[in-house]
């Protein structure tokens, strides 16, 4: 089975070819201002990829932000590209290229690769966290994505942690890194959060502190998901599941919470995760093959 696979972001829209268990030809295109000039590049690229591969596309997979209802076939919610939002998108997309089209959250997608063939695959149950400019994730139960009634399923970022800060406002790097930005006066977009780090790593005192509170934070929701949900395996995705330190450090935090609150019978066992890059086009895969 040959696949067209795209996964729409706020600034960029990843694609390739799945053939033989593999996504091959990947590429991607700048996300377009709006739907029209979205499905103008769509159909371009669905027939050049076509164009490429011998054996005619059973269908087009899709990862996209929002919360996406895949039976209804509509994005609800908001997300980076608001116009992907309240239209028949899978209708419109399906005539647009001539082939069943399938939709699915990109978080959802991530932890679906990583369920299918990654980190997660020799567990029935787990958690996924994906941390970037906020926190989102997936759960999944006797390998099934569970998505809830409202689909807020996985949506961990909005836990509100310390007051009215939510998870995706303590945990988050890019956030972190903007507030620092601003303590020390810096032009706004001046330290990543990979910059962030660094300058911790070098011992600069105010980046240490950010960064310790956001291990400390993180260490704090996971301990929170771990005595609600109770996984087997918690899959930690985003560029700063990289971080070889990270992991370890923040699972001895999860350690001291646990003992802190009576709750050292459960098992901590956190994973960066084994697909960062191709997770949310694998998952899209995945997410075709049990429509």
């Known amino acids: 089975m040959a696949l067209a696979v795209f996964d729409i972001g706020g600034t960029a829209v990843k694609y390739g070819i799945w053939s033989d268990d593999q996504i091959e030809q990947q590429?991607?295109?700048?996300?377009?201002?709006?739907?029209?000039?979205?499905?103008?590049?769509?159909?371009r690229i669905f027939n050049a990829l076509q164009e490429k591969t011998t054996e005619k596309f059973s269908g087009a997979?899709?990862?996209?932000?929002?919360?996406?209802?895949?039976?209804?076939?509509?994005i609800n919610g908001f997300s980076a590209v608001p116009y992907?939002?309240?239209?028949?998108?899978?209708?419109?997309l399906s005539e647009l290229l001539g082939v069943p089209v399938s939709?699915?959250?990109?978080?959802?997608?991530?932890?679906?690769?990583?369920?299918?063939?990654?980190?997660?695959?020799?567990?029935d149950n787990a958690l996924f966290i994906v941390i970037g400019s906020g926190?989102?994730?997936?759960?999944?139960?006797?390998?099934e994505l569970i998505k809830g009634k409202n689909l807020f399923g996985g949506e961990f970022g909005f836990m509100l942690l310390e007051g009215d800060a939510s998870f995706s406002d303590l945990a988050s790097p890019v956030r972190a890194a903007r507030l620092y930005t601003e303590e020390l006066?810096?032009?706004?977009?001046?330290?990543?959060?990979?910059?962030?780090?660094?300058?911790?790593?070098?011992?600069?005192?105010?980046?240490?502190?950010?960064?310790?509170?956001?291990?400390?934070n993180l260490a704090r929701?996971?301990?929170?998901?771990?005595?609600?949900?109770?996984?087997?395996?918690v899959v930690i995705g985003g560029a700063i599941s990289a971080r070889k330190e990270l992991i370890p450090e923040v699972t001895e935090r999860i350690h001291h919470l646990l003992k802190k609150t009576n709750a050292t019978d459960v098992e901590v066992n956190v994973v960066p995760c084994q697909y960062n890059n191709d997770a949310n086009l694998m998952g899209a895969v995945v997410a075709f093959d049990k429509r």
């Not at 295109?29 to 000039?37: A, H, L, R, S, V």
């Not at 660094?198 to 291990?215: C, M």
Request: glycine letters at 8%; proline letters at 5%.
């Open 27 to 43: 590429d991607k295109f700048q996300t377009p201002d709006n739907w029209e000039q979205m499905k103008v590049e769509l159909s």
């Open 61 to 74: 997979a899709f990862s996209c932000p929002g919360a996406v209802d895949s039976e209804a076939g509509v």
């Open 84 to 92: 992907i939002h309240n239209i028949p998108i899978q209708t419109e």
């Open 103 to 123: 939709i699915e959250n990109d978080a959802n997608c991530a932890a679906l690769a990583e369920v299918a063939y990654g980190a997660a695959r020799d567990v």
């Open 135 to 143: 926190i989102g994730g997936a759960v999944i139960i006797n390998k």
């Open 185 to 216: 006066g810096l032009p706004k977009g001046t330290i990543s959060g990979k910059e962030l780090f660094t300058r911790a790593e070098e011992g600069e005192p105010i980046a240490v502190r950010y960064v310790e509170n956001l291990k400390n």
């Open 221 to 233: 929701g996971i301990h929170t998901l771990l005595v609600a949900l109770n996984p087997e395996k």
